[in-house]
C-alpha cells in the first residue's frame, strides 16, 4: 500500500451528470495506479438542500461503475470534529466571532470569521502549475455560522487533513477556493495536500455541462443500456489520454496507464455520440450469453432464445445501447420471433403483371432450394443458393431481381423495411422459412 489518498466530495443536492463523476473517475484511477485509497465523502452540510435520494443516486452510480471506496462517509457525521477545531482557531484567536448587521431577512447576527494574515498564497497544481493569488482581497472570510455550522472551507479543510488525503482532484471551479483553504490549513498546522484540478466539461454547444441544460444523470445512461465499463472508458478519456492510439482500455488497463500529468489543461467535450460509438464497441466484445442477459430477460423468457442468439450479430451491427437492441427486438426485428401478418398490396408490390401469377411462381421456385439448406447455414451460403433463382426466374425478365426478393422478403418479414432475405433464413433456419412463405403463397392462390 501507498501513502497515497484520493476522495470524491459530491454535494446530494441533485443528481450529478456523467461529467461530475469524471472527478471521481480521476481520483479512483490515480489511487489505484499508485496502490492507494479511494474516499467518497458525502458533502451534506447543506441541510435544506441535501436528500437522502441523491445521496442514493450517486451510490448506485458509483456501484455501477464499479468504484470501489475504501472508505465512505456523510460529512455531517463529524460536526464534532468542525466544532471542535472551530474552537481552537478561536481560542488561537485565528478566527473570532463576529458581530454582523443583517442586510437580508434571515442573515445571522453573528458569524465565525477567520482572521486573514493577507499577502501572497502559492501553490503548485498538478495540471496549471503555479498558482499564485493575494488574498488580501477576501478580507477575514466567513468559516462558519455558527460554531455547529462550518461553511463548505472549513469542513473540507478539516476531513481532507483527518483522512490524510495526499491528492486533492477535483474540478477547477474549485481553484479560486484553495488560498482559502490554504490559509485555514496553515492555521490548522496541517500539511497541504497536492492539488489537481480538473478542466472544465463542456456540453456540445460548449457551455459548462449542466443539468438544468439538460445533461442526463449518469444513472439515465445506465438505464439506456450502456454498458458501466464504456462509460468508465469514456469519461477516463474525456481531457486525458494514455499518450498512444489507444481508445479502448478496460479497468485494469486504464488503472495501469493512469498518469495525473497527463491531463489537459483545456476543456473537453462530452460528446454522446462517442459514448455511444464507445459503448457499441464494448457491447460487441460481450460474450453471446451475457448479450442476452443485458438484452433483458423479459424478452428471452417471451421470445425465442436460439433465434435471439442467432440475431446477436445484427444487434452487435446496429445498436449502440441495449435499449435499442430490445427496441429492435420488438420493432423492425421483431418478425424473427413473431410470425408477421401480411398485407396482400406489400406482397404484390413488385409484381410485374397485373395478376400475382409471376410473383406466386417466383416463391414456388424458392421452397426446395430452401428445403436443401441445412439448419445452421450462413447467410452468404444461402445467398449463394437463392441468388441463382431470382437470376433465373420467370419474373426477372419483367420486374428484374426485385420481383423474386422482394415478396421472398416480405413474405419472411411482413415488413417494408427488414435485414435481407438470406439474413432472415439464417436466423428463421429453413423450415419456419418454408411456412412463412407458403402462407404468402396461400394467399395469393385465394386471391
Ligand atoms: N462538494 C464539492 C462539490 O460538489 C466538492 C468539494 C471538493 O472537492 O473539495 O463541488
Redesign the pocket.
Known amino acids: 500500500m501507498s501513502n497515497v489518498v484520493t476522495?470524491?466530495?459530491?454535494?446530494p443536492t441533485g443528481l450529478l451528470h456523467a461529467g461530475?463523476y469524471r472527478?471521481a473517475v480521476f481520483a479512483y484511477l490515480f489511487a489505484k495506479h499508485s496502490g492507494g485509497s479511494f474516499i467518497l465523502r458525502i458533502?451534506d452540510t447543506d441541510i435544506a438542500r441535501s436528500k437522502p435520494e441523491f445521496e442514493a443516486n450517486i451510490i448506485e452510480a458509483l456501484a455501477w461503475l464499479d468504484l470501489k471506496t475504501d472508505t465512505q462517509y456523510r460529512q455531517s457525521e463529524r460536526r464534532t470534529r468542525h466544532r471542535e477545531l472551530l474552537m481552537k482557531l478561536i481560542a488561537a484567536d485565528a478566527a473570532y466571532v463576529s458581530k454582523e448587521t443583517p442586510k437580508n431577512k434571515g442573515d445571522r447576527e453573528e458569524v465565525i470569521r477567520f482572521r486573514n494574515p493577507k499577502g501572497i498564497v502559492s501553490f503548485t497544481d498538478v495540471i496549471h502549475g503555479k498558482i499564485t493569488m493575494d488574498v488580501s482581497d477576501l478580507g477575514d472570510f466567513v468559516i462558519a455560522r455558527s460554531i455547529d455550522e462550518p461553511v463548505?472551507h472549513f469542513a473540507?479543510v478539516v476531513d481532507?487533513a483527518d483522512e490524510n488525503i495526499t491528492h486533492?482532484i477535483?474540478?477547477e471551479?474549485?481553484i479560486s477556493?484553495t488560498p482559502r483553504?490554504i490559509l485555514i490549513q496553515r492555521a490548522l498546522g496541517f500539511i497541504s495536500p497536492v492539488y489537481a484540478h480538473l478542466p472544465l466539461i463542456l456540453g456540445s454547444d460548449r457551455t459548462k455541462l449542466s443539468k438544468r441544460k439538460g445533461a442526463k444523470a449518469i444513472t439515465e445512461y445506465r438505464d439506456l443500456g450502456v454498458l458501466p465499463e464504456a462509460m468508465l472508458n469514456y469519461l477516463a478519456f474525456l481531457g486525458w489520454n494514455p499518450g498512444d492510439e489507444s481508445e479502448y482500455l478496460d479497468r485494469d488497463a486504464l488503472i495501469d496507464s493512469f498518469d495525473l500529468t497527463r491531463v489537459h489543461k483545456g476543456a473537453a467535450i462530452f460528446d454522446e455520440v462517442k459514448l455511444l460509438s464507445v459503448n457499441q464497441h464494448w457491447m460487441r466484445k460481450l460474450p453471446d450469453t451475457d448479450f442476452i442477459m443485458h438484452v433483458n430477460a423479459q424478452y428471452t423468457s417471451a421470445i425465442d432464445v436460439a433465434r435471439l442468439k442467432k440475431s446477436i450479430p445484427l444487434l452487435k451491427e446496429r445498436a449502440h445501447t441495449f435499449n435499442e437492441a430490445r427496441e429492435m427486438v420488438s420493432g423492425e426485428l421483431s418478425c424473427l420471433f413473431i410470425e408477421p401478418v401480411l398485407d396482400m398490396s406489400l406482397l404484390l408490390a413488385k409484381e410485374p403483371n397485373d395478376h400475382p401469377g409471376t410473383t406466386k411462381a417466383a416463391l414456388e421456385g424458392l421452397i426446395s432450394p430452401i428445403k436443401s439448406l441445412s439448419e445452421n447455414v450462413s447467410s452468404e451460403t444461402i445467398k449463394d443458393v437463392l441468388m441463382p433463382f431470382a437470376d433465373a426466374a420467370e419474373a426477372k425478365k419483367k420486374g428484374g431481381r426485385g420481383a423474386t426478393l422482394w415478396p421472398l422478403r416480405y413474405s419472411l418479414s411482413g415488413k417494408e423495411r427488414s435485414p435481407d432475405p438470406f439474413t432472415l433464413i439464417s436466423i428463421l433456419g429453413p423450415e419456419e422459412a418454408i411456412t412463412r412463405i407458403k402462407k404468402a403463397i396461400g394467399m395469393l392462390e385465394n386471391k
Open positions: 476522495r470524491f466530495a459530491p454535494s461530475n472527478t458533502e463548505f473540507v481532507d486533492v477535483r474540478g471551479d474549485h477556493n483553504q
